[in-house]
């Protein structure tokens, strides 16, 4: 497998480095511009029709007009987890691929989503919860039992956990933890009625409560994994060349394992599991900008809610009143755009 | 890991490399296997002797029996056997092309098109079992086709071929699932118990179509596997060494997809298969090289053991065997692992 470390065009001369580094640095400027914009817009956007003059106003004075209510309690908080969960999502892909070395791996590679889904199964199935506020919790004990099982299972005892071994004990526990959920769904037809609608992923029905509950995990995890870009740099070198470089492998492992967690399972949390992003963004992202984890973590954080939020408004006008799960949109828009891509560029390899 | 000790054996002219370990692994599989059909064939409600079972199966059996064996559990026993093979040597087919372990049907895409295929005549069509088996040949067929025209350029390239597979699986997912959500309660669920793949209902016009399969295609595959190895090396040392890459490459292709379409059709996507018997087939040999022939017999087994259990704790139209594959196969593999990293440890 072909790995670099840098990106291809820091061999160059030193000129020429610059304008990369300057070309790199306006895009990830225009594409958090890109974001607010398409902020302002999901804000802006929806089953009641808000002239967005008033929209402006209403969000900065929120003078208690059912305008104002229709913004402040449902749009803002929705828009918000967007960004959040999206950035989550993106940056748990990209830190997960660098972290097996496994173009393949989506941040559900580790169990985590089947975890959270498992336990949000028994959570409807034996313990009565209703409510997505209620899922919030279990989902979070699913994801962090799985993840903890599958590093175990993945830490061989001399080479610590190589990519290899995390990658098939994450698809044995995915395999084992899938059977349970199809068990109980058949078994127990009301809850699949109900578990159905979860796990396509929705941004529908969530208010700040979800917000609040679920922010503290992103926070941490988003500065987790920043702090994570040099070390999984020189993790791409292999396992070899990075300890003879000073790298401190097994930490990067543990550290890159946390923060994946922390993401991804206050994401499926919040709006239950959304797989495509975390695989495909990243992915793009490295064939935009190269290898170089500097660039592709903050690049793979800012457009990844570009594509959930994107997403979540297409399938709020598309057919009003009722919504597209976000889930369902976020493939039929990502997945063209990401084959085109895989289609035209040469590929960066992990 | 020890070195890998191979003897080359010569019968004429006619010369093989035989990697000890390997052998017994096989023969240990076959042993098992034959051994759980035996089982299988004599467990159910109505439990028979191994004697009344091969009484009938030579025609000298009463009618009750007969029908027992004949009609109910061999046919069964069979498409469990040969499902197995096919999803087995398929996974082990794909992984090796694509040099990675996740490159099984499941994840890029092949199995979701023979889903979205056969959804589409469940929820639109409320179609019966055999439109339903034939939607779900055609969707896959199409998918891995889409697949390899979207990924083409100069030629076929594995990597490229993944990625465009998974863009393609997650945009038939999202279809799958908005059609779940879209269909009526009674639908979905019909749906979804398609979706975990079983072996209740099916009879022997299932069986003919995987059984063709599985004759014609499986000596190709096995056939080609000593260039599976060499292709592992990398295109160019592949070319150097005589193998002409994309024809075989092709061939390859299209043995995996159509034996994962066929089996998908005849069962519905069996979960694990594919992916877990290559791998576990390789851990035992602890060979390198893709072991085909271990690989369809541990797909067999996977698949005929997990009907047993499933048959044993369920009952005889019980829960779909897709439910234990996925069980059975995925605590193995983790002990398998965990077995590795005591082995380490100490």
């Known amino acids: 497998m072909v790995v670099s470390v840098s990106p291809p065009v820091a061999a160059g001369p030193p000129a020429h480095r610059g304008r990369a580094r300057t070309l790199r640095g306006g895009g990830l400027v225009c594409a958090v511009a890109l974001l607010v914009l398409i902020m302002l817009v999901s804000l802006w956007v929806g089953s009641k029709s808000i002239p967005f003059g008033s929209t402006w106003s209403v969000l900065w004075h929120n003078d208690g007009s059912a305008d104002a209510v229709i913004i402040h309690d449902q749009r803002l908080p929705r828009t918000l987890l967007g960004a959040l969960v999206g950035a989550a999502l993106g940056l748990a892909g990209a830190v997960m691929q660098a972290l097996t070395r496994n173009p393949l791996a989506d941040p559900g590679l580790l169990g985590v989503n089947n975890g959270a889904a498992a336990a949000v199964v028994s959570a409807i199935a034996f313990a009565g919860v209703t409510t997505v506020l209620g899922y919030v919790w279990f989902a979070f004990l699913g994801a962090a039992v799985a993840s903890v099982v599958v590093y175990l299972l993945g830490t061989a005892g001399r080479g610590g956990a190589t990519p290899d071994r995390l990658v098939m004990s994450g698809a044995a526990l995915t395999a084992v933890l899938q059977a349970y959920i199809g068990a109980v769904l058949l078994i127990e037809p009301d809850t699949f009625n109900q578990f159905r609608f979860w796990n396509v992923g929705s941004l529908s029905g969530r208010r700040a409560d979800v917000l609040v509950q679920v922010s503290p995990f992103v926070a941490v995890g988003i500065v987790l994994a920043l702090l994570l870009a040099r070390p999984l740099n020189v993790l791409a070198l292999g396992e070899q060349t990075g300890k003879a470089l000073g790298a401190h492998i097994g930490r990067t492992r543990v550290m890159g394992a946390i923060a994946v967690t922390l993401l991804c399972g206050a994401s499926t949390a919040a709006i239950g599991p959304i797989a495509f992003i975390g695989l495909a963004v990243p992915q793009a992202v490295r064939i935009l900008v190269g290898p170089d984890q500097r660039w592709v973590l903050p690049y793979s954080m800012i457009l990844s809610p570009v594509l959930l939020i994107g997403s979540d408004v297409i399938g709020r006008i598309l057919n009003p009143p009722e919504e597209l799960q976000v889930g369902i949109v976020t493939a039929f828009l990502g997945a063209p755009v990401f084959i085109a891509l895989c289609r035209r560029r040469k590929l960066a390899r992990l | ?346």
């Open chain 2, 1 to 346: 890991m020890t070195a890998i000790e191979e003897r080359p054996v010569r019968v004429r002219r006619v010369s093989l490399r035989v990697t000890p370990r390997a052998l017994v692994v096989g023969i240990v599989l076959a042993v098992v296997l034959f051994v759980l059909s035996a089982v299988s064939m004599t467990t159910g409600d109505y439990p028979l002797s191994v004697l009344d079972v091969v009484k009938t199966l030579f025609g000298f059996g009463d009618a009750g029996t007969d029908f027992i064996v004949t009609t109910l559990r061999l046919p069964r026993l069979l498409l469990a056997v040969l499902v197995g093979a096919a999803l087995a040597v398929s996974g082990g087919v794909l992984q090796s092309l694509f040099g990675n372990p996740l490159g099984s049907p499941d994840v890029i895409g092949f199995t979701e098109g023979s889903a979205t295929g056969a959804l589409l005549v469940i929820v639109l069509a409320h179609g019966g079992s055999g439109e339903v088996a034939l939607g779900a040949l055609v969707g896959g067929v199409l998918t891995a086709l889409a697949v390899g025209l979207l990924a083409y350029r100069r030629g076929l390239q594995g990597f490229r071929m993944i990625l465009v597979g998974i863009g393609v699986a997650a945009m038939l997912t999202a279809a799958n699932s908005y059609l779940i959500t879209r269909a009526s309660l009674q639908d979905a669920y019909a749906a979804q118990a398609w979706l975990v793949g079983g072996l209740n209902g099916r009879g022997w016009d299932e069986i003919w179509p995987v059984a063709i399969a599985v004759v014609v295609l499986l000596p190709l595959a096995f056939g080609y596997g000593r260039r599976l190895a060499l292709l592992e090396m990398g295109d160019d040392s592949a070319k150097g060494l005589g193998v002409p890459v994309e024809r075989s490459r092709a061939v390859l292709l299209a043995v995996a997809v159509t034996l994962c379409a066929i089996a998908t059709a005849a069962t519905g996507p069996i979960a694990f298969v594919a992916l877990a018997a290559p791998q576990l087939a390789k851990r035992l040999a602890r060979s390198a090289k893709p072991a085909l022939v271990s690989s369809a017999l541990m797909g067999a087994l996977l698949l005929v053991a997990s009907d047993l259990v499933t048959r044993l704790v369920f009952g005889e139209e019980g829960l779909p065997v897709g439910i234990a594959t996925g069980a059975i196969g995925g605590l193995y593999l983790m002990w398998l692992l965990s077995n590795q990293w005591r082995r380490n440890r100490g």
